[in-house]
């Protein structure tokens, strides 16, 4: 981890980039930093659409997370909601678990 200073300088560059006004936490040592969850799918660059356990594959454990999201056993965070997205239509429901299933049965070869 940077710096304090080092820190602060990122998130007023990230707010002026982003405009966000989502509460920002960082504590006096600079060793732990509370971003918004809209910047953190800002800056994942590695966000894999349908790999919603974040493990680089896509396959049938990112079906079950999906389901079980979808069935409200389990919350997703920002960046696993943005790859369960499948259709991209901005929300994660249904249609983005038939749409991996179709994937995954081969019924579709791309997300
Ligand atoms: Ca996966
Ligand atoms: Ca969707």
Request: hydrophobic share 40%; no cysteine.
């Amino acid at each position: 981890m940077n710096s304090y200073e080092d820190v602060f300088k990122a998130i007023e560059l990230i707010y002026s980039a982003t405009g966000l006004q989502s509460a920002v936490s960082a504590f006096a040592d600079g060793s732990s930093v509370t971003l918004p969850s809209e910047i953190e799918v800002l800056y994942s660059d590695n966000i894999v659409t349908g790999d919603i356990d974040l493990n680089d594959i896509i396959d049938i454990s990112d079906l079950t997370e999906l389901s079980l999201a979808l069935i409200g056993d389990k919350e997703l965070t920002a960046v696993q909601q943005k790859a369960a997205d499948i259709d991209g239509d901005g929300s994660v429901t249904l249609a983005d678990l038939a749409r991996l299933q179709q994937y995954l049965s081969k019924k579709i070869d791309k997300l």
